[in-house]
Each structure stands twice: as structure tokens, then as C-alpha cells.
């Protein structure tokens, strides 16, 4: 069964009350900093400590008229603080403590899509030994390849989820960074001992060179990191889509007991959860191309970015979230037939030997271009008339003057094509 979606943690990350409660932790901050340096007195600065707070629905209020947000806050803060306020802001400007407070924001919600590629991991490994040894067809171009086996299937979906883990803790990383250092970033107002005692606290790291704002290029590579991995939720989910195709029918998506699947036609079992996705891979991917547009601003610092940014962060975390969670349930519930991919390969009458009996001619004597084309005659035949390709191969003297019928046999035995199997599962798993 598909679960619902019903954690809270993400979503919590983006409410007004987390925002503003992160900008408040960025101004005591400063305020305790100012205070260890000697420029607020410590009473003012245990006022605001216990003091300091502020109302959502009172910001609103007050942002109808003042047309600004930090400023807005501000005077609800102060209006909870009382004259200690005055101090508050000291030597900042705006974005001081919205890119800060945005930096751990978009930090938490990094941490929340970290953990559930790692939940998705040991999902992916644990169903990639299940199947290890189960064969099923290989396709490229989607058409007979050779054979493989269905835990590879999930091997290589693991591979690719372990460079997104990589990936997201690199986004983290870069997203980790903040500024206290004026309206151009000069530390006009400010000292930068301030920056460097408030970002320690935060557990940022300050950013080397700043305008009036962060950088935009850091929050695009996190963007395009969430990209990624929705691509790669995709990549997974357009192949089980096609798995559960009629003509197909591999796997299934987990289908609940009083399920439908059409409003015209009872019969149906549809991959609504990968289309899903597919879907909404869509959707972060260009939430990724916004991200990289508001890399470029006026002299280095304006406002076209911020509009931006409050609907594609908290989107994107949001949405990524969701999907590597549906994700685990679809892999976890995947309904597998083993009998059926046996009886798919058998559809193609043995085709996917051709290139063993190319080599094997080549082994013989025979030039590539000539094997090739001996093979690919009666590989033709084979399709065409669908007939049994290792028997026109046995009713061919040019084949069998060079390859005898015990030869022939063994060129079309199956585990020829999985005896590297444990060697890749080693490589995946093992050597991680």
C-alpha cells in the first residue's frame, strides 16, 4: 500500500512562525555578541533574552502599512521587548538576517532530505539481495538486449541514491553560510568580530565576500541539487511504469485492497504513484532554472530574487521530501514476477545469444564483419518467422561447420550472462 504523506516535519520548517522564529534567534545572537563586546549592557541584553518574541498576525498588521517585512517584525518585537529594543538590529540591515536565518532553514530541511535518502538506501539495498538472483531481460532502446538479473535493477538505483547523499551534503554545506556585515556588506556598522561570534553560534560559516545579500549562486546549487534527485526519483519511476505496462508486466506498484484505478474501467491497475512523480520531478526541475536566474542581480544585490525564493524553497524541500517518501513505499511494496520476466525473455526465441555466437565465430576463424553478418542472417529469420533462434543456427552448415551442436549449447546457456553478478553486488555494496 502506497502510505500517505503525513510527516509534518518539513512542512513545520516553512510556516511563518519557524521564519520568524529563526530571524529572532539571528538578532539575540547579535544582541548577545554586541553584549560579550561591551556595546549593550548585560540588563538590556537579559530584557531581551526573556523577553523577545513576537506575533505573526501582528506583523501582518503592521507590514499593510510599512510595506516591509524585517521592519514589521521588528516593531512587533519591539513591542514585546519595550525600550531594551533599541538595541536590537544594531549595525544590521535586512538581509543580514533573512539570508542568515534562511541559510538554517534551508540547512534543517537539508537534514530531513538527507535521512530519507539514507531510510531509501536500505530500502533499495535490501530489495536489491531479494531480487539478486532473480533474471529477467535486459533492454536498451527498450527492446531485447541481453539477460541480467532484477536486483540489479535495484543495484543501480542505490548507486545513483548514494550520489545523491553525496550531493545533498555538499548542498548543505554550501547553503551554510550567512553574513552580518551591513547594508554592503563593508562591516560599516559592524564589526566583523560580530559576524564571526554569531555565525559560530549558528553554526555557519560566514560568507568570505558579501554585497547586501548571500550570494545566489549557493542557493541555485542546492536547487539544482533537489533537481537531481527528483530526476533520479523520476528515472526510477518511469521504468516502473514501463515494468507495469501490459505487454510487460514485470512489477507492479502495490495496488490496496479497495483501490481503483479507473472511473470508466474496473479492471484497471494503473502506476498512478510513478506518474506521480514523473509529474512533480517536472516541477522541481524548474524551480531549478528560477534558482539559477536570480543569480544575476543588480550591482550584485537587489530584491527580484527574494519573491522567488519563497516559493521555490520551500516548494522544492517540501516536494522532495514527499516524493522520496512515496518512493519508499512504492520500492518497498513493488509487486515482482519472476515468471513473467522468464517467459518475456523467452519472447525474443533466444535472440539475446547473438553476440556469444558472433564471438564465438571470431574464436573460429572468422573475420567480425563475416560472423556478423552469418549471425545477424539467421538472428532476422529468427524474428521474422518467430522461430527458435538456436535451432536455425543448428540448420545453418555455415554455422555448424564452425560450431558443432555441444558448442552451440553452451553458447546459449544462462548463466554464462550472470556469473559477475556477485561481483557488482560486492562493488555497490561492500566496497561503499
Same mark, same amino acid.
Do not use: C
Given at each position: 500500500m502506497i502510505p500517505r504523506y503525513t510527516r509534518k516535519a518539513m512542512e513545520g520548517i516553512w510556516t511563518l512562525e519557524s521564519k520568524y522564529g529563526k530571524w529572532l534567534e539571528v538578532e539575540i545572537a547579535a544582541c548577545e555578541a554586541w553584549a560579550e563586546m561591551g556595546e549593550i549592557p548585560q540588563e538590556a541584553l537579559n530584557v531581551i533574552r526573556e523577553k523577545a518574541g513576537f506575533d505573526a498576525e501582528r506583523i501582518d498588521e503592521i507590514e499593510v502599512t510599512v510595506k516591509h517585512d524585517v521592519i514589521a517584525f521588528l516593531t512587533s518585537v519591539s513591542e514585546h521587548v519595550g525600550p531594551e529594543a533599541r538595541y536590537i538590529h544594531k549595525g544590521l540591515t535586512s538581509s543580514d538576517i533573512l539570508d542568515t536565518a534562511l541559510a538554517l532553514l534551508m540547512r534543517d530541511a537539508a537534514d530531513i532530505i538527507i535521512n530519507d535518502i539514507k531510510t531509501l538506501l536500505d530500502i533499495l539495498k535490501e530489495q536489491a539481495y531479494r531480487h539478486r538472483e532473480i533474471p529477467c531481460m535486459g533492454r536498451s532502446h527498450g527492446i531485447h538486449a541481453e539477460p541480467m538479473t532484477f536486483g540489479l535493477k535495484f543495484a543501480l538505483w542505490h548507486e545513483d541514491m548514494k550520489r545523491n547523499l553525496e550531493r545533498m551534503k555538499r548542498a548543505k554545506d554550501v547553503i551554510s553560510a550567512g553574513k552580518l556585515s551591513g547594508a554592503v556588506g563593508t562591516f560599516s556598522n559592524i564589526p566583523p568580530q560580530i559576524e564571526e561570534m554569531v555565525l559560530s553560534r549558528l553554526g555557519l560559516k560566514p560568507e568570505p565576500v558579501a554585497t547586501q545579500v548571500v550570494q545566489r549562486d549557493r542557493h541555485a546549487e542546492y536547487l539544482s541539487t533537489l533537481a537531481i534527485v527528483a530526476a533520479c526519483i523520476e528515472? %526510477? #519511476?518511469?521504468? %516502473?511504469? =514501463?515494468?507495469?505496462r501490459t505487454e510487460v508486466l514485470e512489477a507492479e506498484e502495490p495496488f490496496a485492497v479497495g483501490q481503483k484505478g @479507473?472511473? #470508466?474501467?474496473? =479492471?484497471?491497475?494503473?502506476?498512478?504513484? @510513478?506518474? !506521480?512523480? @514523473?509529474?512533480?520531478?517536472r516541477i522541481v526541475r524548474s524551480n531549478s532554472i528560477a534558482a539559477l536566474e536570480n543569480i544575476p542581480l543588480w550591482h550584485e544585490r537587489d530584491i527580484s530574487h527574494s519573491s522567488v525564493e519563497r516559493i521555490i524553497i520551500p516548494d522544492s524541500t517540501i516536494l522532495v521530501d514527499y516524493m522520496l517518501d512515496r518512493l519508499k513505499g512504492i520500492i518497498e511494496g513493488l509487486q515482482v514476477y519472476p515468471e513473467r520476466m522468464k517467459a518475456n525473455m523467452m519472447r525474443s526465441f533466444g535472440l539475446y545469444n547473438s553476440q556469444r555466437v558472433m564471438l564465438a565465430l571470431t574464436e573460429k576463424g572468422l573475420s567480425r564483419e563475416?560472423?556478423?553478418?552469418?549471425? +545477424?542472417? !539467421?538472428?532476422?529469420? @529468427?524474428?521474422?518467422?518467430?522461430?527458435?533462434? +538456436? *535451432?536455425?543456427?543448428? +540448420?545453418?552448415?555455415?554455422? *555448424?561447420k564452425h560450431l558443432s551442436a555441444e558448442e552451440l549449447d553452451t553458447l546459449f546457456e544462462l548463466s554464462y550472462y550472470l556469473r559477475n553478478v556477485d561481483y557488482i553486488f560486492k562493488r555497490v555494496f561492500e566496497n561503499a
Open positions: 528515472k %526510477i #519511476a518511469v521504468e %516502473i511504469r =514501463h515494468l507495469q @479507473s472511473s #470508466a474501467m474496473p =479492471h484497471k491497475r494503473n502506476p498512478v504513484g @510513478s506518474e !506521480n512523480l @514523473s509529474g512533480l520531478a563475416d560472423a556478423y553478418s552469418l549471425v +545477424q542472417r !539467421n538472428a532476422m529469420k @529468427s524474428w521474422q518467422e518467430e522461430r527458435d533462434f +538456436q *535451432t536455425l543456427l543448428r +540448420q545453418d552448415p555455415e554455422v *555448424t
